[in-house]
């Protein structure tokens, strides 16, 4: 499993991104996806992770009706979809892999590197 996410960049309050996650690995149709942030100076926080097959999702109810995760399994990505983004989703963001669906971040195994969202007016 190798993880590569894309799509950070600045944006300004109320504006919309897409991350993209790609694996290139040939079990990434098996596995649970999540993604997770880290703002500058603060814990790593979970954002949503959807399972295998998609049909259960989890938000953190801070990003409740403002994110969507999704995956495509025949392109091996997860998404991410930020919409209403607000400074406080500034923060380094990051996908995961793991054998279960959750929002426990030691359950996940597998790390990408980040990439950052930077919301400011």
């Known amino acids: 499993v190798q993880l590569v996410e894309s799509g950070g960049g600045l944006v300004q309050p109320g504006e919309s991104l897409r991350l993209s996650c790609a694996d290139s690995g040939r079990t990434f149709r098996m596995l649970a996806m999540g993604w997770f942030r880290q703002a500058t100076g603060k814990e790593r926080e979970f954002v949503a992770a959807?399972?295998?097959?998609?049909?259960?999702?989890y938000y953190a109810d801070s990003v409740k009706g403002r994110f969507t995760i999704s995956r495509d399994n025949a392109r091996n990505t997860v998404y991410l979809q930020m919409n209403n983004l607000k400074p406080e989703d500034t923060a380094e963001y990051h996908c995961?892999?793991?054998?279960?669906?959750?929002?426990?971040?030691?359950?996940?195994?597998?790390w990408g590197q980040g990439t950052q969202v930077t919301v400011s007016s």
């Open positions: 959807i399972s295998w097959s998609g049909d259960t999702i």
């Open positions: 995961a892999a793991a054998a279960i669906v959750s929002d426990y971040a030691d359950d996940y195994h597998y």
